[in-house]
């Protein structure tokens, strides 16, 4: 039970920094604004995120289970450096696909930010985590808390928040804590490499 209490508090934290001035972030915000019904919104992007994140966290672990093996690791650690990298680059409003207004906000959303969830930095750090701990369920509780810790606000608040929370120092701890997951994870597989 500990162990998957520190999973999930490892993807929930990791999953926050990373969705801060990420585009699924900026996509709530267009959608909370366009439908003006922050329930529907809210609850749409918890739906999408926990079939996205448990499909990533599952394609993770089976992944992981099939390649078993140091050099599995060793491309999931590589992984989490190369997210450190791309998480410093900012997304931006354009990269996101227009929602239709006469769509329910519930359902819109849902189908929104599923299909922007794919491929991304979010949706493969949940598959390296999914590879990392091999624990679906706790991968995914922990990713779709994350995501709601910093969805909701921005949904609630919208461009208050934005003006107030500095996204680049953000986007750099979030890098610098994937890195570090990537580093530890060279660093137990090394002796491996050394014998």
């Known amino acids: 039970m500990s162990s998957s209490l520190a999973i999930i508090a490892t993807a929930t934290g990791l999953m926050a920094l990373a969705e801060i001035g990420d585009k699924t972030m900026l996509l709530a915000l267009l959608l909370a604004a366009r439908f003006r019904k922050p329930g529907s919104v809210i609850t749409g992007i918890l739906v999408a995120t926990l079939a996205n994140h448990a499909l990533a966290a599952w394609a993770g672990a089976t992944l992981a289970d099939w390649l078993a093996g140091p050099w599995f690791q060793v491309a999931v650690a590589l992984g989490f450096i190369a997210m450190a990298a791309w998480t410093l680059v900012p997304d931006k409003m354009d990269d996101m696909p227009a929602v239709a207004s006469g769509a329910q906000a519930f359902f819109a959303t849902t189908v929104a930010f599923f299909i922007v969830e794919i491929g991304d930095k979010t949706q493969i750090a949940t598959i390296a985590l ?26 609630l608040l919208g461009d208050k928040l934005l003006a107030r929370v500095p996204l680049k120092a953000v986007r750099m701890a979030a890098a610098a804590l994937l890195a570090l997951l990537g580093v530890v994870m060279l660093a137990a597989l090394w002796p491996q490499f050394v014998r």
Request: glycine share 12%; net charge neutral.
């Open 130 to 155: 999914g590879a990392r701990f091999h624990d679906v369920l706790a991968v995914t509780i922990g990713t779709t808390l994350g995501m709601m810790i910093a969805n909701v606000p921005a949904v």
